[in-house]
């Protein structure tokens, strides 16, 4: 029996979400269902915008309460690991570890799994794909930095085409157009590796594993990168019934 328990807080938004859930439930195959962990999924996609919150100031107490609260509720559940299931709301992990101290030991950063997986593979530099937030506030570079990687990130005249790749993925409208400029996008990087910087980006890589234009790229993913790290931390959790 695994009786290791899992918190996801996500819904930013739902379908990388479900995605994300998905792809945990795959790590851990097991003849019965008691051999996987338990997942408390919160897909509170009620919470005001993360990016809007950096970029304007606008509503950014709510935002940190909604996260603090959503963040409290997996401490009473039990929980054992939380993931914040979206990369912009990183930028306000500090604020939500403040207001709930008991949750330091127990947030899986997802940026900092992803650069540590890179470094192990002694990568020094990649590209990066993400939100005008997580591009904005430098946190991949704040972190990266700690492991000696260095960050590539898009011009200022590519976040409207950023926003458009995963506005698509949001309003769950990937056409083959979305697809064919994604695939382009990847490949215009000078990088070897290309990050994919926000929870919705790796759903539409798939479209273009699907549609059979793979960018000539290594793809590196954090959320992924967070599922290996819980795999890991799975085993000692796994009892004799």
Known sequence: MNNMVIGIIGGMGSYATVNFFKRLVDAFPGEKEW?????????????????????????????????????EHMI?????????????????????????????????????????????????????????????????????????????APTKEQYGEIRYFIESVKQNKISEEVIDAFAKFIESFQNNYVILGCTELPILYQACVERGC??????????????????????KFIVNQ
């Open 35 to 71: 051999d996987r962990p338990r997942i408390i999924l919160d897909n509170y996609c009620t919470m005001p915008s993360r990016v809007r919150a950096i970029l304007y100031n606008e509503n950014r107490n709510e935002l940190v309460k909604d996260l603090s609260t959503a963040t």
């Open 76 to 152: 009473q559940c039990g929980v054992d690991y939380i993931v914040l299931a979206c990369n912009t709301s990183h930028v306000f992990l500090p604020d939500i570890i403040s207001n709930v101290p008991d949750s330091e030991t127990k947030f899986i950063n997802i940026i900092d799994s992803c650069a540590k997986e890179l470094h192990e593979k002694k990568i020094a530099r990649c590209g990066l794909i993400a939100t005008e937030g997580t591009l904005d506030t430098c946190i991949y570079q704040s972190v990266f930095d700690g492991y000696s990687i260095a960050i590539d």
């Open 214 to 235: 793979i960018p000539n790229k290594k793809i590196c993913d954090p959320l992924q990168s967070t599922i290996k790290q819980l795999v890991s931390c799975s085993n």
